[in-house]
């Protein structure tokens, strides 16, 4: 199926509070750079990033049951905090309802928020940008900015080690896509 950027935005605007579709239209303009850069297809990075976040608030139970219901989801999920459900999930429930067919798209929105092992330049370039976007304001991600000028994969690594050492210090679970991912820049 093919969707358009615009398509794809007004798709996902009524799934989303205000905050979270601004959010999502910067991440559309970094995917958009961070593409253009690393001579990836823009269209593809255009609609992954404004489906990333499709599944953001929908409800616990209803993604639980798409975990438990779908063979493709992996069962390991429901032992990792809800907020990592809606990559996978939501790749999945845009396939259903939109008729979404591209892998590689699938792929990214599935991957944006934990990573993963042997990830594309399509599935780097969504995760980096949902990270860096401008609107994001933490320790280290001017650093990460800076690096994904140059290095798109050490950008990524850096990326992977500030969310784990986050995560670590505050006592949470990290799930085992983004250990398997950090690995793999290593």
């Given at each position: 199926?093919?969707?358009?950027?615009?398509?794809?935005?007004?798709?996902?605007?009524?799934?989303?509070?205000?905050?979270?579709?601004?959010?999502?239209?910067?991440?559309?303009?970094?995917?958009?750079?961070?593409?253009?850069?690393?001579?990836?297809?823009?269209?593809?990075?255009?609609?992954?990033a404004?489906?990333?976040?499709?599944?953001?608030?929908?409800?616990?139970?209803?993604?639980?049951?798409?975990?438990?219901?779908?063979?493709?989801?992996?069962?390991?999920?429901?032992?990792?905090?809800?907020?990592?459900?809606?990559g996978?999930?939501?790749?999945?429930?845009?396939?259903?309802?939109?008729?979404?067919?591209?892998?590689?798209?699938?792929?990214?929105?599935?991957?944006?928020?934990?990573?993963?092992?042997?990830m594309?330049?399509?599935?780097?370039?969504?995760?980096?940008?949902?990270?860096?976007?401008?609107?994001?304001?933490?320790?280290?991600?001017?650093?990460?900015?800076?690096?994904?000028?140059?290095?798109?994969?050490?950008?990524?690594?850096m990326?992977?080690?500030?969310?784990?050492?986050?995560?670590?210090?505050?006592?949470?679970?990290?799930?085992?896509?983004?250990?398997?991912?950090?690995?793999?820049?290593?």
């Amino acid at each position: 199926m093919e969707i358009s950027r615009e398509q794809a935005l007004q798709y996902v605007k009524p799934h989303l509070k205000a905050s979270r579709f601004d959010h999502t239209v910067r991440v559309v303009d970094q995917a958009v750079e961070l593409a253009k850069q690393y001579k990836v297809d823009i269209d593809k990075a255009e609609v992954a990033a404004a489906l990333h976040d499709y599944a953001k608030y929908k409800d616990v139970d209803e993604m639980k049951r798409w975990i438990v219901q779908d063979r493709r989801l992996p069962k390991d999920l429901l032992d990792y905090h809800h907020e990592l459900w809606h990559g996978p999930v939501g790749a999945f429930m845009l396939e259903k309802e939109i008729g979404l067919d591209d892998v590689d798209i699938i792929s990214a929105i599935s991957s944006h928020t934990t990573g993963k092992k042997h990830m594309s330049k399509l599935d780097k370039i969504i995760f980096l940008a949902d990270y860096i976007e401008p609107g994001r304001d933490f320790p280290g991600v001017d650093e990460v900015r800076q690096k994904a000028e140059s290095d798109l994969d050490e950008a990524c690594r850096m990326a992977l080690k500030n969310t784990i050492v986050f995560l670590v210090e505050k006592g949470r679970t990290v799930y085992p896509d983004t250990f398997h991912a950090y690995n793999a820049f290593i």
